[in-house]
């Protein structure tokens, strides 16, 4: 099982004619993701041609979900771009929409997420690296050869930390991996996937990985202690960030004495989540939980 | 990105919101020349990114242009808490009759704008908010709707403010969606002793990702290896230590400076060469690090996700033939892993680079490159 993302999921790549949108429509495809259409506005009527897949493009959303019932979609546009795609897709009703894009204004942000929660789409990002449920699908930029399926859930404020703990822990492999991006606001919060892997048969144990800024690790934390009863190790990544100095994230800044690592640490602390020191602790600490050792 | 007191009331005075008269000046000649022409009592602010400006002894009155000369040069230069007072605020003294605060700021946890009002202004919101948390209203604002002249006037109404209030709430609105701010901040919000509402303090942030649709120019004047190497398009913070890093990922970086931390040595910098870095990025990283004299090790770790590693290890190899004599002097301990991990090992194993060893481990290279900045 998965959180979000199956291997029956259809896939929809908005930007997917731009030389990011193919690249990464590629890869899903290799990595199995069921992509059925493209949607770039005035070029509806063609197709790409992946080798093993020829992919339609629509000139909109409405058109390729009509078409091909298509209930994620992953948006390559650039930032200026952004807004207008996300809307588009939750227009169309589409269930699910991965936001891969890096520098979108927090206003546009803010207003699409706003959208999405009346029309009642689920958005995951902007600035992340999607979502992969390992040997089903993927959405986004994870790479898919890392490991392959298991038992544990992942949900990161990181890209290369979401990669990284997925590498050491490669022989036990993942349910769902989730990179919910780090702008100071997302659509998708550690809450929202702590819940989903909760109810996850498919899952046993859940790594979370937070970072400087905001309040989210802290409210996770409140979460876990009310709600969740599968095993949880964290990563807070930050310690040695200077205050008021952000940190390559739009999100990730400590602002005053709040959003600190130190803050986060102890809150998960408080509710019984064991925090690693490094990645590599980390992944022992989830290996202790789970009572496996290593490889 | 913060903007000074001054460039966040040039932005007020734009959008129709009442400032006291005044301009900001460099040397203190300036301030003389500028109280001159305002005529009266003036008040001089030191211009700064921080708060406590006040307790520091960075705003000071004066009731003329002689004063105002003398009062600026003692402010121009001074420090207050790491930041130097390079200009002073020059301003018509305006005495308050009641203080108010304002800001309306992106909400992280919700996701969405919030507005903060209270009728108890003047004071750090910080310590209000610990004092006397019932004293702040805070209403959510709706991203499509935003703040009309009925909700400012409910706003005004809930926190105690006067009436004449709510215009000034609107337009600070204004301020916050025109000009794509993540937060708007007025304190104090005065009333006058003659009823006039005005903004006697402002502090603004920016979205720096949305400069490509303003004609901003906030610039700083470049004097530091930060501007230099964001000439670059790189994403650097200079930090206090001797390990320089390098890594790809923001989170992969932050989680690398804590390791450097965690092996007993103080990371020098903080910089994400991203996702798909090329020999040139790479090359110029590696030459931001090494313009930096603190540095005495430098650690470059990259987990290869989408990239790999052996297009990784060619761009290093690539980068210190760029470097040259430069790439001399100081070890670079790299830790390659993931993707196509063994190939790149061994690219740079065979290129025998006298400044490189590898680790295998990003504990490991943390370590090694701590062990080296130490000197041993």
Redesign the interface.
């Known amino acids: 099982m998965a959180i979000f993302l199956t291997k029956d999921s259809r896939v929809l790549v908005q930007g997917m004619t731009g030389a990011e949108g193919t690249r990464h429509t590629a890869r899903m495809l290799a990595a199995g993701t069921d992509v059925v259409a493209g949607v770039t506005p005035g070029k509806g009527g063609r197709t790409v041609d992946f080798g093993e897949r020829t992919v339609p493009v629509f000139g909109s959303v409405a058109e390729a979900a009509a078409e091909t019932g298509a209930e994620v979609s992953v948006v390559f546009v650039p930032p200026r771009f952004t807004f207008g795609a996300v809307e588009e897709a939750v227009a169309a009703r589409v269930p699910l929409c991965v936001v891969i894009t890096e520098g979108v204004p927090v206003h546009d942000t803010v207003r699409f997420r706003a959208l999405a929660a009346r029309a009642g789409t689920r958005i995951i990002g902007p600035n992340c690296p999607g979502l992969i449920s390992p040997g089903q699908s993927s959405a986004g930029i994870i790479p898919a050869d890392i490991t392959s399926a298991g038992r544990i859930g992942l949900v990161s404020k990181s890209g290369t930390l979401t990669y990284q703990l997925m590498y050491e822990l490669r022989d036990l492999g993942f349910s769902t991996a989730v990179g919910i991006g780090g702008d100071p606001v997302v659509g998708t919060t550690h809450i929202d996937c702590l819940a989903a892997f909760q109810e996850d048969p498919g899952t046993d144990a859940i790594v979370m990985i937070g970072e400087i800024g905001g309040d989210a690790e802290e409210r996770a934390a409140a979460y876990i202690a009310g709600h969740v009863t599968k095993p949880v190790v964290a990563y807070v990544a930050g310690f040695t960030a200077p205050e008021g100095k952000t940190m390559g994230h739009a999100g990730a800044i400590v602002s005053g004495s709040s959003g600190t690592a130190q803050a986060k640490k102890e809150a998960l602390e408080a509710v019984g989540v064991r925090v690693g020191r490094t990645p590599s602790e980390t992944a022992r600490l989830l290996r202790s939980a789970l009572g496996r050792l290593s490889p | 990105m913060d903007l000074y007191e001054y460039q966040a009331k040039e932005l007020f005075g734009r959008h129709g919101i009442p400032i006291p008269a005044g301009r900001v000046a460099a040397t203190p000649q300036e301030a003389r020349a500028i109280a001159a022409e305002l005529g009266a009592p003036v008040v001089i602010k030191a211009q700064v990114k921080t708060g406590g400006r006040g307790k520091a002894g960075g705003i000071r009155t004066a009731p003329g242009p002689a004063a105002a000369e003398d009062e600026a040069g003692h402010v121009i230069g001074m420090d207050i808490k790491g930041h130097t007072a390079h200009r002073v605020l020059v301003e018509t003294a305006t005495v308050p009759f009641e203080e108010y605060y304002a800001a309306f700021l992106?909400d992280?946890?919700e996701?969405?704008?919030l507005a903060m009002v209270s009728a108890q202004g003047g004071m750090e919101i910080?310590e209000l908010a610990a004092t006397d948390p019932d004293a702040i209203v805070r209403v959510q604002i709706?991203?499509?709707t935003g703040v009309d002249a009925e909700t400012a006037r409910q706003l005004a109404a809930k926190a105690g403010l006067p009436e004449a209030a709510a215009q000034v709430l609107e337009r600070l609105w204004r301020v916050m969606?025109a000009e794509?701010a993540?937060l708007v901040e007025v304190n104090p919000l005065i009333c006058t002793t003659d009823q006039r509402i005005v903004a006697l303090d402002g502090k603004v942030t920016l979205?720096?990702?949305?400069a490509?649709?303003h004609s901003w120019e906030y610039a700083e004047p470049a004097d530091s290896l930060e501007d230099r190497a964001r000439a670059k398009g790189l994403?650097y913070?200079k930090?206090d230590g001797r390990v320089g890093v390098i890594?790809?990922?923001?989170?992969?970086?932050?989680?690398t400076?804590?390791?450097?931390?965690?092996a007993g040595a103080?990371?020098a910098n903080?910089l994400?060469i991203g996702?798909g870095a090329s020999a040139q990025v790479m090359a110029d990283g590696l030459e931001i690090i090494l313009a930096d004299p603190d540095v005495r090790s430098v650690l470059v770790n990259v987990?290869g996700?989408?990239t790999a590693c052996d297009a990784v290890a060619n761009g290093i190899v690539t980068a210190l033939e760029l470097l040259g004599e430069r790439g001399l002097g100081r070890p670079i301990v790299v830790r390659l892993?993931?993707?196509n991990a063994e190939a790149g090992r061994r690219i740079l194993s065979e290129a025998r680079h006298p400044a490189v060893r590898q680790v295998p481990?990003?504990?490991g290279a943390a370590e090694t490159a701590a062990r080296l900045a130490a000197g041993a």
């Not at chain 2, 400076?257 to 965690?262: N, P, R, T």
């Open positions: 992106v992280r946890a996701g969405g704008f910080e709706d991203p499509e969606v794509d993540v979205d720096g990702n949305a490509y649709r994403n913070v930090l890594g790809n990922g923001a989170g992969l970086v932050m989680s400076l804590d390791v450097v931390a965690g103080a990371p903080f994400d996702g987990f996700g989408i892993d993931g993707n481990t990003m504990d």
